[in-house]
């Protein structure tokens, strides 16, 4: 035992003394970080980590102890580098190679990392200053993307503080449910991203996810819904679940262990039908209804009774208990008010309690439950929406819509985090891409996230410390499962940590894009299904498809969304690697060919997965449903959904607008075509609509009893060139296919626009287009 000790000392000092030689073929050291610290120094020199060289920790500190061992477990993880744990003077009689010590007096996160020809000392006074400390030192030896067991890093010292205090990350938990073990390795994730605040949306209309032992209905009720149908001898499965409270302590255990406060949310007083579902005495008007199917805002509010009152209290009693967090949500978003105008009961409340109207009723409301946390040393904080009627003086703010209402709360003294839509809602597409999951049409590249600063211009700047920091979210109607979870949240979550972590001055989008493949690679390592959007290849087309038709050549262009990396492509039919051609101006290529291509990092890291472009003639007359515009771009609301709102398993996903099912099909060749099969998505209609919405959906009536497809040539009111009926539902499966022969007026182009309508029957499912093939004559 003692002469392996030594052998490995001194295998350890051979590659200390060894750091002035040349490195690998890999060229000069650098670290790869995310987020950037506030400071870094960089100097001339190097200093060697192998696999056995000792880590120590102070004799008796265990925070410092497990912030090590973790650091520990990623590098061996991400690069195999295997570092043991050492006491702090080592066997050998030496000083480890990198130590952590407790120095300074107690600057919050604050830590630092040093790099010297003797080690690596990373130093913090307080618990969360080492374990930040720790995640940089694990970065630091991860930066190469290279599984090696002995990795060159730079002489360097960095002195490192976060930018703001609040730094978080919504999980829609109650639409659809992650595992513990999912929210856990997402909890791991944030902490090497140094993001600190994980609030938890617990309650809604569609579930109610946290046992409440008083009242046991909440779960065993409101946590289960039965899906929608369409009409499908399939639909309609149960769905649901929910975390005892022994599951919850220990997530906030474990997340406390990496430095994360997990702040729960119970949405009050709307967004409240699964509880009224299990307690219909919690209701306005005393009627039980289902757990809602239904996305988007639904009617049923709190009753605001001294009794439901005391219920919430309780409720709250409970939660306390669990989360030892300073702050609890309360939501206080989007309560519609229809319940509490037509109540009779609701409106003597008003009258009872002196107050102006239902909003002001929604002010008493939440101030009364921000009162009872302040008893008990908490603080309440709440959307936006709790603005209205009057900001409670115990409120803080989670401004979403837009950013007044972070700059109006601050300007009143409230403490503010940042969050608004559409920029922090993760649940929107990271790229226009066909292969993106389902989500909100409202693209948010990752550009767009580490663009934005939680500094809103309109906050003065003696108003300025009430700025607590940033959150990203992620709502989860039409996000399901742990794989498209983490697809929407990373890497686009490596550029909230920047924004929030680093000094504005220091963040840089180039430098941003040159960190990213290493972090990447920390993910993939790490078993993390981080989405490639950003540098997923795209293909155009660069002259009219019956132009290619006619000549038999076919003109490609290959572009990614960052414009970064290098693109590889072939046409062969092998896959594309680091050695086939580089892409640098549009591929002329033959009809029939089939074009693969992928992006590569410098180093030959694949950054993207291979995407391919059929440019057969079947494929040059086929759209898929990303590559048919909707015909409203800018109003409505438009979705990329799933065949089935809890469906978690691949399957198409369809772009859709809710306000009118209607598609373009720009420069079809319409001269070469005798006919169209239309491949459709049978969707289910759950969708809660306010009035004001309501009135502008577009509503056709159906000629055929199960619905019509109608397309146009040249604008929505053009001319019918096809046209078929649905089938039956009970006799079909949800992704039928329809046929129409084309019949075009007399003197029409070889090429024109094509509008295509979905009229399902009244009350019927939702037409969605998979894609349209132009059938040649």
Not at 451 to 472: F, N
Request: glycine share 8%; net charge neutral.
């Amino acid at each position: 035992m003692i002469r392996r000790i030594l052998l490995r000392a001194a295998v350890a000092v051979a590659l200390v003394q060894a750091s002035d030689c040349a490195i690998a073929a890999s060229g000069k050291p650098s670290v790869k970080l995310v987020p950037m610290p506030a400071a870094m120094t960089v100097t001339k020199g190097q200093f060697r980590v192998a696999s056995w060289m000792e880590v120590s920790v102070p004799t008796g500190d265990t925070v410092a102890d497990r912030a090590a061992r973790r650091a520990i477990a990623i590098v061996a993880e991400v690069r195999h580098l295997r570092l043991t744990m050492q006491p702090a003077q080592g066997d050998a009689g030496r000083p480890a190679a990198i130590r952590f010590e407790r120095s300074g007096t107690g600057d919050g996160e604050a830590y630092r990392l040093s790099i010297k020809r003797d080690g690596i000392v990373v130093s913090a006074a307080s618990d969360a200053g080492l374990r930040n400390g720790a995640m940089t030192l694990a970065q630091v030896l991860t930066s190469d993307a290279r599984e090696t067991d002995m990795v060159a890093v730079p002489l360097l010292d960095i002195a490192d503080r976060p930018r703001f205090g609040w730094r978080g990350v919504m999980l829609d938990v109650a639409r659809h449910m992650l595992s513990i073990a999912e929210i856990e390795r997402i909890v791991d994730q944030m902490a090497q991203h140094k993001l600190n605040v994980l609030q938890l949306h617990l309650t809604d209309d569609q579930g109610w996810r946290i046992e409440i032992k008083r009242y046991p209905e909440l779960t065993r009720i409101g946590a289960w819904r039965t899906g929608p149908s369409t009409g499908s001898a399939a639909d309609a499965q149960r769905y649901g679940g929910f975390y005892t409270q022994a599951d919850l302590r220990g997530l906030v255990a474990y997340a406390a262990d990496r430095g994360v406060t997990i702040v729960p949310e119970i949405d009050l007083p709307g967004h409240g039908q699964a509880a009224v579902a299990a307690y219909p005495a919690l209701g306005v008007l005393g009627d039980r209804p289902p757990v809602s199917i239904n996305w988007g805002v639904n009617p049923y509010l709190f009753d605001a009774s001294d009794r439901t009152i005391d219920v919430v209290k309780a409720v709250l009693d409970e939660v306390m208990a669990i989360f030892p967090s300073t702050y609890i949500h309360v939501g206080g978003d989007e309560a519609i008010k229809q319940q509490w105008q037509a109540s009779p009961v609701i409106q003597a409340r008003i009258r009872e309690l002196g107050l102006k109207d239902e909003d002001a009723l929604q002010s008493w409301f939440i101030d009364t439950l921000g009162r009872y946390l302040a008893e008990h040393q908490r603080r309440l904080i709440g959307w936006d929406e709790i603005l209205e009627g009057g900001l409670p003086p115990s409120a803080s703010v989670m401004s979403w819509r837009g950013e007044a209402g972070a700059v109006a709360a601050a300007a009143q003294g409230h403490d503010v985090v940042l969050s608004p839509s559409p920029t922090m809602y993760l649940n929107n597409l990271e790229s226009a891409s066909g292969d993106e999951p389902p989500g909100r049409l409202e693209v948010q590249p990752l550009s767009a996230i580490y663009r934005y600063d939680p500094m809103p211009a309109g906050i003065a700047a003696d108003r300025a410390q009430h700025v607590l920091g940033v959150q990203a979210n992620l709502w989860s109607e039409h996000i399901v499962g742990p794989a498209r979870t983490e697809a929407a949240l990373f890497p686009r979550l490596s550029a909230l940590a920047e924004i929030g972590w680093s000094p504005k001055a220091a963040r840089d989008w180039p430098g941003f894009l040159d960190r990213l493949p290493a972090q990447r690679w920390r993910y993939a390592q790490q078993g993390i299904a981080a989405a490639d959007s950003a540098y997923a290849v795209t293909f155009a087309l660069a002259d009219p498809v019956a132009t290619m038709l006619q000549t038999g050549k076919a003109r490609v262009a290959l572009a990614n969304q960052v414009d970064a990396g290098v693109i590889h492509y072939s046409a062969d039919g092998r896959a594309p690697t680091v050695r086939s051609p580089i892409y640098r101006k549009p591929l002329a290529l033959r009809v029939g060919a089939t074009v693969q291509a992928r992006t590569f990092a410098a180093d030959g890291q694949p950054l993207s997965a291979i995407r391919s472009f059929d440019l057969s003639e079947a494929g040059l007359l086929t759209r898929d449903n990303s590559r048919l515009p909707l015909c409203l771009q800018t109003a409505g609301i438009r979705l990329r959904l799933a065949g089935m709102p809890d469906q978690e398993a691949a399957a198409p996903a369809y772009n859709v607008n809710l306000f009118d099912t209607c598609w373009r099909y720009d420069a079809a060749p319409v001269g070469v075509a005798k006919a169209m099969t239309v491949r459709l998505g049978r969707l289910p209609p759950i969708f809660a609509l306010r009035a004001d919405q309501q009135v502008r959906v577009v509503k056709r009536l159906s000629p055929a009893r199960f619905g019509t497809l109608i397309a146009r040539m040249g604008t929505c009111e053009g001319p019918v060139v096809a046209s078929a009926a649905m089938p039956d539902p009970a006799a079909s499966d949800n992704r039928p296919s329809v046929t129409a022969a084309m019949l075009l007026p007399p003197g029409a182009p070889m090429t024109a626009d094509l509008c295509l309508i979905t009229i399902p029957p009244e009350g019927g499912p939702i037409y969605a287009l998979e894609s349209v093939r132009l059938i040649r004559r």
